[in-house]
């Protein structure tokens, strides 16, 4: 993260540095902000939506140094610090490169791995494990090369081959074996970023046959779930997870329709990028966070940091060690401030952060420093607090930092509005709006031009529209608007409806 002119370090002299401070060895602490308190001996939890889980408010994520690891820093020892400081919620994925041998490495020694001497299952149970795939497909696919992450895995290789790496990688030899009794608490279907991609991972969520040519992910995962093999996939009958989840950076309408697609609620958790400068884009805080706390989704927060472009790291994927930031914040942009910003957004219930280097000095150590900021109670953050961090994080790179994010979405007008006339009354219906840089308050209905109805918002978990019935008894109305108002006082309406 960004230096002041005043304390610059280069990048080695930096990694030297907090490797001494890892071995015990006295230095001279480079304080980046004025946030000091004590590590908490408990953390704070919440409860993972549906999960039921009591989940603490930082998880650890599991790209920078596990993924992407610096000279000098020991990716395995970030683990094993956040694990002894209490942190429960654990994050990898199967395109992360070493970051589940690393979680492998870090579990044996911790007793976590069944049929290891030291294993304890209660030790286990005690923790949130999480990896995630970018396949959309557990069968067939291969001619739809225009669906992101329908064919880029491995040769032939399909969502549970997914599943079981990351079980071989964790807990066995990365060899393709597991012991019996590893499992996964959830896989997250990674990155949606289109509709073709919620269309693929939908095939076969219904009527599932095992003689389809193709099956989407979400039907093999309940098979591994449930330990079912409706889809053919699953002939040992194996549960291997516990929940299954999404996650989306980029377009909160796709991540909706994901949403709204689920009428067998399989969806227990969704992780979504989400900070300080979200609504700059096309935002989620006011459009799927609402939708996911509806339905009672648990809510994990990415992207707090926007992947290190709030301070030192250009607004790109990482790909290198080169890429991973250090430091603790910056004086002009307390990381403290951008993480208590996304846990004080309704419905988010844990925030996971990817952490470069770990030391013995609080202030200095990213994890140490992240969990005493992760220290929040759910509750919704004063509207001029929220705004002195939101205009901070703009002034970093002009706002410009989510380059994952979809560009700014101004508050639509209600989507796909319909009248249907009846002998003496009107049925109205239309899809939700999506919001722009505010909540959506209410929408309202008018019969030529006068106002019938002021209906509160509320978000649209399913593709069942909203409706109203307009009662008008003889006087045969002309046409209807459906207009949305947000809560500034901003207002977008439909066009005309003739009747």
Same mark, same amino acid.
């Given at each position: 993260?960004?230096? *002041?002119?005043?304390?610059?370090?280069?990048?080695?002299?930096?990694?030297?540095?907090?490797?001494? &401070?890892?071995?015990?060895?006295?230095?001279?602490?480079?304080?980046?902000?004025?946030? *000091?308190?004590?590590?908490?001996?408990?953390?704070?939890?919440?409860?993972?939506?549906?999960?039921?889980?009591?989940?603490?408010?930082?998880?650890?994520?599991?790209?920078?140094?596990?993924?992407?690891?610096?000279?000098?820093?020991?990716?395995?020892?970030?683990?094993?610090?956040?694990?002894?400081?209490?942190?429960?919620?654990?994050?990898?994925?199967?395109?992360?490169?070493?970051?589940?041998?690393?979680?492998?490495?870090?579990?044996?020694?911790?007793?976590?791995?069944?049929?290891?001497?030291?294993?304890?299952?209660?030790?286990?149970? &005690?923790?949130?494990?999480?990896?995630?795939?970018?396949?959309?497909?557990?069968?067939?696919?291969?001619?739809?090369?225009?669906?992101?992450?329908?064919?880029?895995?491995? #040769?032939?290789?399909?969502?549970?081959?997914? +599943?079981?790496?990351?079980?071989?990688?964790?807990?066995?030899?990365?060899?393709?074996?597991?012991?019996?009794?590893?499992?996964?608490?959830?896989?997250?279907?990674?990155?949606?970023?289109?509709?073709?991609?919620?269309?693929?991972?939908?095939?076969?969520?219904?009527?599932?046959?095992?003689?389809?040519?193709?099956?989407?992910?979400?039907?093999?995962?309940?098979?591994?779930?449930?330990?079912?093999?409706?889809?053919?996939?699953?002939?040992?009958?194996?549960?291997?997870?516990?929940?299954?989840?999404?996650?989306?950076?980029?377009?909160?309408?796709?991540?909706?329709?994901?949403?709204?697609?689920?009428?067998?609620?399989?969806?227990?958790?969704?992780?979504?990028?989400?900070?300080?400068?979200?609504?700059?884009? =096309?935002?989620?805080?006011?459009?799927?966070?609402?939708? &996911?706390?509806?339905?009672?989704?648990?809510?994990? /927060?990415?992207?707090?940091?926007?992947?290190? /472009?709030?301070?030192?790291?250009?607004?790109?994927?990482?790909?290198?060690?080169?890429?991973?930031?250090?430091? +603790?914040?910056?004086?002009?942009?307390?990381?403290?401030?951008?993480?208590?910003?996304?846990?004080?957004?309704?419905?988010?219930?844990?925030?996971?952060?990817?952490?470069?280097?770990?030391?013995?000095?609080?202030?200095?150590?990213?994890?140490?420093?992240?969990?005493?900021? /992760?220290? +929040?109670?759910?509750?919704?953050?004063?509207?001029?607090?929220?705004?002195?961090?939101?205009?901070?994080?703009?002034?970093?790179?002009?706002?410009?930092?989510?380059?994952?994010?979809?560009?700014?979405? #101004?508050?639509?007008?209600?989507?796909?509005?319909?009248?249907?006339?009846?002998?003496?009354?009107?049925?109205?219906?239309?899809?939700?709006?999506?919001?722009?840089?505010?909540?959506?308050?209410?929408?309202?209905?008018?019969?030529?031009?006068?106002?019938?109805?002021?209906?509160?918002?509320?978000?649209?978990?399913?593709?069942?529209? =909203?409706?109203?019935?307009?009662?008008?008894?003889?006087?045969?109305?002309?046409?209807?608007?459906?207009?949305?108002?947000?809560? /500034?006082?901003?207002?977008?309406?439909?066009?005309?409806?003739?009747?």
């Amino acid at each position: 993260m960004t230096e *002041s002119n005043r304390n610059k370090q280069t990048r080695r002299q930096f990694i030297q540095t907090t490797g001494s &401070a890892a071995l015990g060895l006295s230095i001279a602490p480079t304080i980046l902000t004025s946030f *000091s308190l004590a590590v908490p001996e408990i953390p704070l939890k919440r409860t993972l939506g549906k999960t039921g889980f009591r989940v603490t408010t930082l998880g650890l994520g599991g790209q920078a140094s596990i993924q992407w690891t610096p000279e000098g820093i020991d990716p395995v020892a970030i683990i094993l610090k956040a694990y002894k400081m209490g942190i429960n919620y654990f994050d990898t994925s199967n395109v992360y490169g070493p970051s589940q041998l690393n979680y492998g490495k870090a579990f044996h020694q911790l007793g976590l791995v069944p049929g290891q001497p030291n294993y304890s299952e209660a030790k286990r149970k &005690a923790i949130f494990l999480t990896s995630k795939t970018h396949l959309r497909f557990a069968k067939g696919g291969e001619h739809m090369k225009d669906v992101y992450g329908a064919t880029n895995g491995p #040769e032939g290789s399909k969502t549970l081959d997914d +599943v079981r790496r990351s079980l071989s990688q964790i807990f066995s030899d990365g060899n393709g074996n597991y012991p019996s009794g590893a499992y996964l608490d959830m896989v997250l279907i990674h990155n949606l970023s289109r509709m073709e991609e919620v269309d693929a991972l939908y095939e076969g969520y219904d009527d599932t046959d095992p003689d389809a040519y193709q099956i989407g992910a979400l039907a093999a995962l309940r098979d591994v779930r449930d330990g079912t093999n409706k889809t053919g996939l699953n002939p040992k009958n194996e549960k291997l997870i516990r929940h299954i989840g999404f996650s989306g950076h980029h377009d909160p309408s796709v991540m909706m329709e994901m949403i709204q697609r689920d009428t067998q609620d399989l969806i227990d958790c969704m992780l979504v990028a989400i900070n300080a400068n979200d609504k700059q884009y =096309f935002n989620m805080q006011y459009n799927v966070i609402p939708m &996911a706390a509806a339905k009672n989704i648990g809510i994990i /927060a990415m992207k707090v940091f926007a992947d290190g /472009a709030m301070y030192s790291k250009k607004a790109e994927w990482s790909r290198t060690p080169e890429h991973v930031v250090l430091n +603790v914040g910056s004086p002009e942009l307390p990381a403290n401030d951008l993480i208590r910003y996304t846990l004080s957004i309704p419905g988010v219930h844990t925030a996971i952060i990817g952490v470069g280097q770990i030391c013995d000095d609080t202030q200095l150590c990213q994890l140490s420093h992240n969990l005493i900021a /992760a220290q +929040v109670k759910p509750a919704p953050m004063p509207e001029d607090e929220k705004k002195k961090i939101e205009t901070l994080a703009s002034k970093s790179k002009e706002g410009k930092t989510n380059y994952f994010q979809k560009q700014f979405q #101004e508050l639509t007008a209600p989507r796909d509005p319909m009248v249907v006339l009846g002998d003496d009354q009107s049925l109205i219906t239309w899809n939700t709006a999506y919001a722009g840089d505010a909540r959506i308050d209410h929408y309202e209905i008018l019969r030529d031009d006068k106002l019938v109805a002021k209906i509160p918002y509320k978000p649209q978990i399913s593709k069942t529209p =909203f409706m109203f019935v307009d009662k008008w008894g003889t006087a045969k109305p002309q046409k209807y608007i459906v207009k949305v108002i947000d809560v /500034a006082k901003r207002e977008v309406s439909s066009e005309s409806l003739l009747v």
